[in-house]
């Protein structure tokens, strides 16, 4: 029960992060939603350190990456808003925009997770 109320704060923290850079980020006008990419990466990197970090040293116990990790990263990141904005770029015709997104999320996503264990090596 512990670990579950663990991951519920985490989620939420992280939910109501990934709200706030969408809020502030995301552009109306052009619909790029920039919020949403930041949060991507920005979590990407966040899991990468804390996963990394976690198998690097025993600082780390499972209630903390279950809180940082599966709980903030989870609710920080978030793929269902990202296929939304991807189904919006597409029916407005914004092939550019849909293409630059989608390939730079999981690049730089990708990238990120990657940096987030090298820079805890």
């Known amino acids: 029960m512990k670990q ?4 519920f704060i985490g989620g939420g ?3 109501a992060l990934r709200f706030l850079f969408g809020k502030f980020l995301n552009n109306s006008e052009t619909g790029i939603p920039y919020g949403t990419f930041l949060a991507n990466v920005l979590g990407s990197l966040l ?16 209630n903390h990456t279950l809180l940082l990790a599966t709980g903030f990263c ?10 939304y904005e991807n189904h919006v770029l597409l029916k407005s015709g914004d092939f550019t925009s849909f ?9 730089v996503g990708f990238l990120a997770v990657f940096a987030g264990i ?3 090596k």
Not at 47 to 62: C, D, H, N, R
């Open 13 to 15: 923290f992280g939910s």
């Open 4 to 7: 579950l109320l663990l991951v």
């Open 47 to 62: 899991i990468g350190i804390i996963l990394g970090y976690a198998a690097k040293s025993e600082t780390l116990t499972q």
């Open 118 to 120: 090298y820079i805890v």
């Open 99 to 107: 293409a630059l997104y989608t390939i730079a999320s999981f690049v």
């Open 74 to 83: 989870g609710g920080f990141t978030t793929f269902s808003t990202f296929a």
